[in-house]
């Protein structure tokens, strides 16, 4: 996992972390399982190696004072990182869009999209461009 640790980037220990959390459970389990199956596996691997986390975090949209809905993020890291669960064999815009306005929401700097395919885990790392 240290190939995915870059000093010039915030957080790069962390998020390497992460990614190894989402290898090690795609590792264990195998693939074509459902989202939710590797949201459960992840959480049980952050608790093992000692990473903070909250899952399924609701964040209101709010307009003009009044509550005009909510979004579940998948987990927010140590108060630092939005992780974003996917699986299918590659990425769709509106998985990136998503995780911007998560970014946007909650004003966290970094977010990983993390997409469980049939031939691996694939991940973006995305910047808060705010």
């Known amino acids: ?13 962390l998020s390497s972390r992460i990614i190894g959390v989402a290898f090690e459970v795609q590792n264990g389990i195998g693939v074509s ?9 992840m959480k049980i691997e952050f608790n093992l ?5 909250q899952e399924q975090v609701p964040a209101l949209i709010m307009y003009k004072g009044i509550n005009a809905g909510k979004r ?8 630092k990182i939005v992780v974003e669960l996917k699986v299918g064999n590659r990425f769709a815009r509106v998985d990136f869009e998503q995780i911007y306005e998560y970014l946007k929401m909650s004003d966290l700097r970094v977010g990983l999209l993390i997409l469980f395919t049939s031939v691996g885990v694939k991940v973006k790392r995305l910047p808060n461009l705010k």
């Open 33 to 41: 399982r459902p989202e939710k199956t590797y949201q459960k596996l």
């Open 49 to 53: 190696r000692g990473i903070k986390y």
């Open 72 to 79: 579940i993020f998948d987990f927010i890291i140590e108060d």
């Open 1 to 13: 996992m240290e190939k995915y640790i870059n000093d010039k980037y915030i957080y790069s220990e």
